[in-house]
């Protein structure tokens, strides 16, 4: 695309952005009516299946990149997305649902399971940071130690938060006072609407639209970037970033509208903790140690959504009922955080 006028990659890019965004609101409406339907579990319904297509994208372009031996490339498009995808909930925050008296998204989802499904994220991408350290050698079977841990901590956290699902021993099974109202695991049960096949179509086309549309949202971003002359380390950062959020702010502000807060951060978190398992896939395909080949800038965005997922935790726990600007303190923190810490990833790129 590179050789495309500016003005119809902008409109490529716009047209791309539309298409996932409408594809993000079938995906939470029929992800929630085939959880139901197909007795999936919270785990399977709202960790796995939402997250995987909303990653579609990244997904392709993780496989692409490792089909073509460009490792540092599948490195940077999984790190380089979940800091910016953690700030997505201060954005459902911000306007998915507002008016006089309501509180922010973090006192009305308050429960222990949101707890363990970010302490899940911090404990996969701490497995990335250390993985970024092994000798790039420690390959045996096309496979490495450090991204069989990644994907051992991501399905212990899927059994333990559908452990969770089914009650924790704690004062109101771990769930707080004056929280929205929701069944175990998070999921608002949805026993009207479409047929269970016609969901799965629509599901289906979705998740098919969601990936050819992000594929090309990432090709018209990074040609236009090039035009403009943004830099390739801000560009990931920012526009590719915030671009291929678009179905996890989709789905989000989604789940709110239909009374389901839980979900809007549930999937958040199920994504940030599944990406990273798709390091296993790259080495397959590759047969190279994907980690440690990590730059300096990867690794300082790891840290930085490990911060960023740290902080919305507490906030869960402490349950802010203030707003500021239009949301919760935590999720003012979170962006201020992510703010100052574009402004150091530009000194770490330099």
């Known amino acids: ?21 409408g594809a ?45 031996g460009n490792v540092e490339v599948a490195v940077g498009n999984i790190l380089g997305g979940i ?37 899940v994220v911090v404990g996969v991408l701490a497995a990335v940071v250390a993985g970024s350290q092994l000798p790039a050698t420690l390959v045996v079977a096309r ?6 841990l990644i994907a051992l901590l991501w399905a212990t956290g899927l059994l333990l938060v559908q452990r969770a699902g089914h009650g924790l021993p704690w004062h109101e099974d771990g769930e707080a006072p004056n929280s929205s109202p929701h069944r175990k695991g998070h999921r608002v049960r949805t026993e009207r609407g479409p047929s269970t096949a016609r969901s799965v179509a629509i599901f289906a086309v979705s998740a098919v639209t969601t990936l050819v549309a992000g594929v090309v949202l990432e090709q018209s971003g990074e040609a236009a970037s090039s035009q403009v002359g943004l830099s390739g380390v801000l560009y990931g950062a920012t526009v ?21 807060d839980n979900l809007a951060i549930s999937d958040i978190f199920g994504g940030n903790a599944f990406l990273p398992v798709l390091f296993l896939v790259a080495t397959v395909i590759s047969g190279k140690a994907i980690l440690p080949s990590a730059g300096s800038t990867d690794i300082y965005l790891t840290a930085l959504a490990i911060l960023l997922t740290l902080v919305y935790a507490v906030g869960l726990l402490f349950r802010p009922s203030r707003r500021v600007l239009g949301m919760g303190v935590d999720s003012v923190t979170v962006v201020a955080l992510y703010l100052v810490g574009l402004a150091g990833l530009v000194a770490v790129a330099g």
Do not use: C
């Open 24 to 68: 993000g609101v079938k995906l939470s409406e029929t992800t929630d009516v085939l959880d139901t339907r197909l007795h999936l579990g919270s785990a399977f319904g709202g960790l796995i299946l939402l997250a995987v297509a909303t990653n579609l994208p990244e997904i392709a372009i993780t496989v692409s990149a490792a089909l073509a």
């Open 83 to 119: 800091a910016i995808q953690t700030v997505v909930i201060a954005v459902i925050d911000l306007f998915g649902r507002r008016g006089h008296g309501v509180k922010p998204l973090t006192y009305r989802a308050a429960s222990l399971t949101l707890v363990l499904e970010a302490l």
């Open 1 to 21: 695309m590179d050789s495309q006028p500016l003005w119809l990659l902008i409109v490529i890019f716009v047209a791309s952005a539309a298409a996932i965004w």
């Open 240 to 260: 590719l970033a915030l671009a291929t959020s678009l179905p996890e702010i989709s789905t989000g502000l989604q789940a709110v509208r239909l009374g389901d």
């Open 143 to 148: 496979m490495t130690p450090d991204v069989l």
